[in-house]
């Protein structure tokens, strides 16, 4: 992951709400011919064999993703007439040949297998958050009878949820509705982006009563899907909104901002062979320091870091300090730290702690983390998790092992850097069966273990 701006995860880096870290880009520019060819191709099909692929709009003009239900997927690149597709978020050719029909024809070619796209019922809306004016869009599967429906929340990205999340297709494909909404300043919406916990939560619980109040008597068991800082957003959102039935969050922190830092730091000591405990406390220290310059806007913080500096400068640790951005500030000056604060001004929520209102919310949730997932890394979260369903707590959690951020398998390549291969297998469907159903079934998710059940 990119660790070049001052932060990589609270500032945007197109985390999602739609359940990848890297599933969802910023949209290409919609004068480009090629992104307007490849955007009519976007939607859902229904496959011969009864399977359904998704066909998602991606950053780059003339460049579409794939994806099936068991999260594999592919990067599809138009050239010389033809799409070729590489293998999750590598350029690894994977093989799987895809072909689409004109525009109008709503026909695909999928790996040896013919598709016709679904038609959902969608209705595009204007509606009003907290001070600003936010652009949604309802998508239904078709038929008379109510559905279960939720309200995508935003990760920290900066771009059109309307236009660029993907589960607005797969899961009304698979019978649950869908609200997708462009946050403030993104988009069709107005106002500012920022990244205000507590004026997103209003917008997300505005969300959903328009998805409610235009679902009508179609709208079954409603509730929000979060992925990333979705996962701080959500459950506040749902604390705010009595018609909130439920919480999905993916891939999230059971813990405040910073956090993210200090458990980054934490993580990269230990994969650089420094994850002894004395160690591990002193680099506390240095992270404290630096999240004092962070949060402050770079007005505290700054004795507190020298006198660690004093101290551990010339430890043979200090060198391998990363994090979110402990590692840059401790490496740039002072006037350098504060000109790239001065670009940040998104109103960060510093500091939300989420427990008291995981402590007292009375709707269930579903957790789902990663296990080596070095954005946001998990270990408290489990913990903390864990405790609350031992308290008696409605959250059920589930962990995949192996997964990344976005719940993303990989592998390290030669220079050691991930390579995500896919969404890892069981992510869709877990949420899907308990969004339908409001448990899961017992039945196995990929390699997921569960963590905790609500009783």
């Given at each position: 992951?990119?660790?070049?701006a001052?932060y990589?995860?609270?500032?945007?880096?197109a985390?999602?709400?739609s359940?990848?870290?890297l599933?969802?880009e910023?949209a290409?520019?919609?004068?480009d011919?090629?992104?307007?060819?490849?955007?009519?191709?976007?939607?859902?099909y229904?496959?011969?064999?009864?399977r359904?692929?998704d066909?998602a709009?991606?950053?780059?003009?003339?460049?579409?993703?794939?994806?099936?239900l068991d999260g594999?997927t592919?990067?599809l690149?138009?050239?010389?007439?033809?799409?070729?597709?590489?293998?999750?978020?590598?350029?690894?050719?994977?093989?799987?040949a895809?072909?689409?029909?004109d525009c109008a024809?709503?026909?695909?070619?999928?790996a040896?297998h013919?598709g016709?796209k679904?038609?959902?019922?969608?209705?595009?809306?204007?509606f009003?958050?907290?001070g600003v004016?936010l652009?949604?869009r309802?998508?239904?599967p078709?038929?008379?009878?109510?559905v279960?429906?939720?309200?995508l929340?935003?990760?920290?990205?900066?771009y059109s949820?309307?236009?660029m999340?993907?589960?607005?297709?797969?899961?009304?494909?698979?019978?649950?509705?869908?609200f997708?909404?462009?946050?403030r300043g993104t988009?069709?919406?107005?106002?500012?982006y920022?990244?205000?916990?507590?004026?997103?939560?209003?917008?997300?619980?505005?969300?959903l009563?328009?998805a409610?109040?235009?679902?009508?008597?179609?709208?079954?068991?409603?509730g929000?899907q979060?992925g990333?800082?979705?996962?701080w957003?959500?459950p506040?959102?749902?604390?705010?909104?009595?018609?909130?039935?439920?919480v999905?969050?993916?891939?999230?922190l059971?813990d405040g901002?910073?956090?993210?830092?200090r458990?980054?730091v934490?993580?990269d000591?230990?994969?650089a062979?420094?994850?002894d405990?004395q160690t591990?406390?002193?680099a506390?220290e240095v992270?404290?320091?630096?999240?004092l310059?962070?949060?402050?806007?770079?007005q505290?913080?700054?004795?507190e870091?020298d006198?660690?500096?004093?101290?551990?400068?010339?430890?043979?640790?200090?060198?391998?300090?990363?994090g979110?951005?402990?590692?840059?500030v401790?490496?740039?000056t002072?006037?350098?730290v504060l000109?790239?604060?001065?670009k940040q001004?998104?109103?960060?929520?510093w500091?939300?702690?989420p427990m008291?209102v995981l402590?007292?919310?009375?709707?269930?949730?579903?957790?789902?983390l990663?296990?080596s997932?070095?954005?946001?890394p998990?270990?408290?979260t489990?913990k903390r998790?864990i405790?609350l369903?031992?308290?008696g707590?409605p959250?059920t959690?589930?962990?995949?092992p192996?997964?990344d951020h976005?719940?993303?398998?990989f592998?390290?390549?030669a220079?050691?850097?991930r390579?995500?291969t896919r969404?890892a297998?069981g992510?869709?469907?877990?949420q899907l069966?308990?969004?339908k159903?409001?448990?899961?079934?017992?039945?196995?998710?990929g390699?997921a273990k569960m963590?905790?059940?609500a009783k």
């Open positions: 992951m990119n660790r070049s001052l990589r995860h609270v500032l945007p880096i985390l999602l709400a359940g990848s870290a599933a969802a910023p290409a520019q919609a004068a011919p090629a992104a307007a060819q490849a955007q009519c191709h976007t939607g859902a229904r496959l011969d064999d009864d359904v692929v066909i709009r991606t950053s780059a003009a003339g460049v579409l993703r794939w994806r099936l594999s592919g990067k690149v138009h050239k010389d007439g033809a799409w070729t597709s590489t293998r999750g978020w590598t350029d690894q050719a994977d093989g799987v895809v072909s689409f029909g024809d709503g026909r695909i070619r999928y040896g013919d016709r679904l038609k959902f019922d969608v209705t595009e809306t204007r009003k958050g907290n004016d652009r949604g309802l998508v239904l078709p038929g008379e009878g109510p279960p429906l939720v309200v929340v935003h990760g920290s990205e900066n949820g309307v236009d999340y993907h589960l607005q297709n797969l899961f009304p494909a698979n019978g649950v509705g869908v997708v909404y462009d946050k988009g069709g919406s107005t106002g500012k920022n990244q205000n916990f507590y004026q997103l939560s209003d917008d997300a619980a505005a969300a009563r328009e409610k109040r235009l679902a009508g008597p179609r709208a079954g068991r409603t929000f979060g990333s800082q979705g996962g957003v959500a506040l959102a749902a604390s705010k909104e009595p018609q909130a039935e439920f999905v969050v993916g891939f999230g059971a901002v910073l956090a993210e830092d458990d980054q934490a993580m000591l230990r994969a062979g420094f994850g405990a591990l406390a002193k506390r992270s404290d320091a630096t999240g310059i962070a949060s402050s806007d770079g505290r913080g700054w004795k870091l006198a660690v500096r004093a101290k551990y400068a010339a430890q043979p640790w200090w060198k391998a300090l990363k979110e951005y402990t590692g840059l401790i490496n740039h002072r006037a350098e000109a790239e604060l001065a001004d998104v109103d960060v929520s500091d939300y702690d008291p402590r007292s919310l009375p709707v269930p949730e579903l957790w789902i990663g296990g997932d070095v954005e946001a998990s270990d408290e489990q998790l405790g369903a031992g308290e707590r959250i959690s589930a962990l995949f192996q997964a976005g719940i993303l398998d592998e390290v390549d220079k050691g850097e390579q995500h969404v297998e992510y869709f469907a877990m069966d308990w969004i159903h409001g448990k899961l079934d017992g039945k196995p998710y390699k963590l905790a059940e």
